[in-house]
């Protein structure tokens, strides 16, 4: 059977609330009863005392002193008679007690001179009263006792009349709590509701949603943590139909950057095969297949060197050198490809910069970093720069190219990814996996890589590798 929440809620508090409500009203009943006779019992006492002091001083006055007293007493509805030890009547009885039986432990504590105090026994008793009895001790020994008695129908009728004014502030009690607790429960319900409702969306695709939340109690926190999820779900999303869109652009860019090589290696052996190309031409045409080759080799590499570094089954050998070996290195190895775009690559290293590294991926990292740089650039200059950390080595490779525009920095370091996809002339790269293979290697180094760019002015590639 299905209960809503909202109804085990209200259950719930009301349950809560009866229960307690239960407790308290027997508790607070009981001791209003015991208050009510424990105070009539001492007002018989008091007067009780009074009674038999009058009556050990003056004992030729006994009867006037005792008639005095059961006027005034009987306007109170209170009584009292006198026996001697046996337990006779000794004074004319003025109220509905003419005898009565002791126990032996009652009349143990009389014979030591104790107060004995009988409460509302009715079946002793003509009528259901409390009752009070003093002893008449001389040289002693027990004389007589004086026995003070109040009918409880007075008494019962105020503990009535107390009982229902309890009954009636509970209910008005239950009454209030049961409107207070529908309204709270009716709040916390619509608030797990919206939540509800959210999720449902998010379920159907729908990641725009947000729902109201605070830190005031824990759905407010729940409704903080759902938001940051939905978030993070609809970044995902947009992450994964953008991988998607640059999957489906890299296989159109694969297809086309495979065809125009291998439509010309297969129209070369055929030429050759045919005997179509003249003699002097062959060596041109199988040089012109030897680059297409080697173009279709390294798309093949950089996918398998990229799922290589993801997986992170690339081992580093790190050492430590000297890092302007490396720039030098890359300024030779890349000064002729500058040259055809009317670049300077320049160096500003200090000589005895070391870095820590693995020399080979280093060399990979910065060749492909230059490269970029050279293919964006135009009538420029390229530094290559080393500088002293705080227990960093920090390489700069700046160009003073076209820039990046400031919405696409996050999204150059994403796998098939190009900056321009109308350039596929570079031979590193080419294929939008360069960058993406450089961040890469740059955190299996424990190192950090940034890039700020401003269209139209250049780029800084900084890179900062823990020293040894």
Do not use: C
Request: charged content about 25%; proline content about 3%.
């Amino acid at each position: 059977m299905r209960i809503k929440y909202v109804y085990q809620l209200l259950v719930s508090h009301i349950s809560i609330l009866l229960v307690a409500f239960v407790i308290l009203s027997l508790l607070f009943a009981n001791y209003v009863e015991n208050l009510v006779y424990k105070n009539k019992t001492d007002e018989l006492i008091e007067y009780g005392q009074t009674i038999l002091a009058k009556f050990e001083a003056d004992p030729r006055r006994q009867i006037a002193t005792l008639n005095q007293y059961a006027n005034v007493l009987d306007a109170r509805k209170i009584y009292f008679s006198v026996f001697d030890q046996h337990l006779n009547l000794l004074t004319p009885n003025i109220g509905p007690l003419e005898s009565f039986e002791l126990t032996a432990k009652e009349y143990s504590q009389l014979s030591n001179g104790e107060t004995v105090i009988i409460r509302h026994e009715g079946k002793r008793f003509i009528q259901e009263m409390s009752v009070v009895l003093l002893p008449y001790i001389q040289r002693g020994n027990l004389l007589g006792v004086i026995v003070l008695y109040a009918p409880v129908s007075g008494t019962r009728e105020m503990i009535s009349e107390v009982n229902n004014y309890l009954f009636i502030t509970v209910i008005i009690a239950l009454t209030v709590s049961l409107l207070l607790s529908w309204f709270l429960s009716k709040l916390h319900v619509n608030r797990i509701q919206r939540i509800r409702e959210a999720t449902s969306m998010i379920s159907s695709g729908n990641y725009n949603v947000h729902v109201p939340s605070s830190s005031f109690d824990e759905i407010g926190d729940l409704g903080n943590d759902f938001n940051e999820m939905a978030r993070k779900l609809k970044n995902s999303n947009e992450e994964i139909e953008s991988l998607e869109n640059r999957r489906r652009q890299f296989m159109a860019d694969v297809s086309h950057e495979m065809r125009t090589p291998l439509t010309t290696i297969s129209g070369m052996i055929e030429g050759l095969r045919d005997d179509l190309i003249p003699e002097e031409e062959k060596m041109k045409g199988i040089s012109l297949m030897n680059q297409e080759t080697k173009r279709l080799i390294r798309l093949v590499n950089e996918n398998l060197d990229y799922e290589k570094i993801r997986s992170n089954q690339v081992v580093l050998t790190k050492e430590t050198f000297q890092l302007q070996e490396v720039l030098e290195v890359i300024q030779e190895h890349l000064s002729l490809q500058a040259e055809d775009k009317n670049n300077r690559i320049k160096l500003d290293v200090p000589k005895d910069l070391l870095v820590f590294a693995d020399y080979d991926r280093l060399m990979q990292i910065l060749i492909n970093i230059t490269k970029n740089s050279i293919q964006f650039t135009e009538n420029g200059t390229i530094w290559l720069r080393g500088k002293v950390g705080k227990d960093l080595t920090i390489i700069e490779i700046e160009d003073t190219g076209s820039g990046i525009n400031p919405a696409d920095i996050e999204a150059i370091w994403h796998r098939f990814y190009k900056a321009d996809l109308s350039r596929t002339s570079n031979p590193y790269g080419e294929f939008g996996l360069g960058l993406s293979i450089v961040k890469k290697l740059v955190q299996l180094h424990d190192g950090e890589i940034e890039v700020e760019s401003e269209e139209g002015k250049g780029t800084i590639f900084t890179i900062q590798l823990p020293v040894k």
